[in-house]
């Protein structure tokens, strides 16, 4: 009872029969009694027939006419007088007659009578006639119609329904066998590859059969072996390149500390080594903080909590705040906001996107190089453009620059220390609200990233 094709097989087989019971207690019995009641509709009308013409033409000629009618194997006829003696009767009457006779009173009939209604276990179907003629006799017609049509006619019903069965039986084998074919089989290949894609094997090939929900499941299947493979490329990847990020500012650290605390160590070259152990120590300290911030975006309890933000005291607000780390440099951060654009979004989150986009901008545009920021309308939505005239970003590392530890020109991109890990945050933010970001640059002219949200 483990495998699935079998517990269906057994739930259509007690459906089968659970369908076909009811139909049995429901159709058998009606059916019978509508063949039933149509017998003994037809003997009334055949006894209340020959009780008229009786009546209407009471004769020698008429009692023969209608022994005539009536002497057939299946069917018999008696004509008793108003003492209840048999007057005439056909063949098969008046062999079995003392055994019928014995069983009723007919002097007590009124009517049109069915008297033997039941069919099992008796060879006929009894009815009785009284009449009584314009000229003073009276009687009783009384009437036989065999009950071996209902009783073949009761068997061909009951043969029907066991062949519906043994039917219904064969039908299911063939069900079983479709089940088998085309539902258990994929799910079985499907139960395999997830045990190999749970081993850490992810080449997984499963066909793609069908349209419908099982084809729909082999390919989700397919699409997370292939993105299991690509996340485990990835955290290998992602782990090595943290390694090696954190072990070189260690190695500083471990370095030249063991190097300022050697006696001989003038001041002024001891102060020299202080100050880049307290470099890396920032650049070591801000790594760690980047990998607790995407750690907490991975979090599944991790929410955007949005408002509406008036975008043009928001800007300038974190511009005012940055200005002066841009003017250090002999450079400008320059702003443009659209009056009364509204932006529905998490403002702390919002902040963090654009002091990362302007931060970057600042690190990577060099001295004397211009930032500006743009805010307006695009439908309901929001654009937000950051742009700076610095030295761009080679079209092959376009797609790139939002992986995480990606940096372009390393040694460069330490001198201005970067983490590597603030535009991979930047774009999960702005993808946790729904929005999208793209990036445009050209070599010697600058970069622009556009944000819409």
Request: hydrophobic share 40%; proline share 3%; net charge negative.
């Amino acid at each position: 009872m483990s495998k699935l094709s079998v517990k269906l097989a057994v739930c259509f087989l007690v459906t089968i029969l659970l369908l076909e019971g009811l139909l049995m207690m429901y159709l058998h019995p009606n059916i019978e009694q509508a063949r039933l009641d149509e017998e003994y509709t037809r003997q009334l009308d055949t006894g209340a027939n020959h009780r008229e013409v009786l009546e209407d033409n009471f004769s020698e000629e008429t009692i023969h006419h209608i022994l005539l009618m009536e002497s057939r194997n299946d069917r018999g006829v008696a004509l008793l007088d108003e003492e209840q003696q048999i007057v005439d009767a056909s063949g098969q009457i008046s062999a079995e007659w003392q055994q019928i006779a014995s069983r009723w009173d007919f002097s007590m009939i009124t009517e049109d009578t069915i008297l033997q209604r039941e069919w099992r276990g008796e060879p006929y179907l009894v009815s009785a006639h009284p009449f009584t003629t314009e000229t003073g006799e009276s009687g009783t017609l009384v009437m036989l119609q065999s009950t071996s049509a209902i009783q073949a006619l009761m068997d061909t019903l009951n043969f029907h329904f066991l062949l519906a069965g043994v039917g219904s039986l064969l039908i299911l084998g063939v069900i079983y066998l479709l089940v088998t074919r085309f539902l258990t089989q994929p799910l079985n290949r499907m139960k395999v590859a997830t045990e190999k894609l749970s081993k850490g094997n992810f080449n997984v090939v499963l066909p793609i059969e069908s349209k419908d929900e099982l084809g729909e499941l082999a390919a989700s299947i397919q699409k997370l072996a292939r993105d299991l493979e690509h996340l485990q490329k990835n955290r290998t990847e992602f782990l090595s390149s943290i390694s090696h990020e954190l072990r070189t500012p260690l190695t500083y650290l471990a370095g030249y500390s063991q190097v300022a605390m050697r006696l001989d160590v003038q001041p002024a070259e001891k102060q020299r080594y202080l100050e880049i152990i307290r470099e890396e120590t920032v650049r070591l300290t801000a790594l760690i903080e980047d990998l607790f911030e995407l750690a907490k975006l991975e979090d599944p309890s991790f929410r955007i909590v949005k408002e509406q933000i008036e975008m043009e005291p928001f800007v300038q607000r974190i511009c005012q705040r940055l200005a002066p780390s841009f003017e250090q440099q002999n450079s400008h951060l320059l702003y443009t906001t659209e009056p009364g654009v509204v932006t529905y979004a998490d403002p702390l989150r919002l902040e963090q996107i654009l002091v990362n986009l302007l931060d970057n901008a600042r690190r990577y545009g060099g001295k004397g190089i211009d930032t500006q920021i743009r805010v307006h309308r695009e439908g309901a939505k929001t654009r937000i453009v950051v742009m700076d005239q610095g030295q761009g970003i080679e079209e092959n590392e376009r797609e790139a620059i939002f992986d995480r530890l990606y940096r372009i020109e390393k040694s460069r991109s330490r001198s201005h220390g970067g983490s590597g890990l603030g535009l991979s945050i930047v774009k999960e933010l702005v993808e946790a609200h729904g929005g999208s970001i793209q990036v445009n640059s050209e070599l010697g002219k600058g970069t622009i990233f556009t944000i819409v949200m």
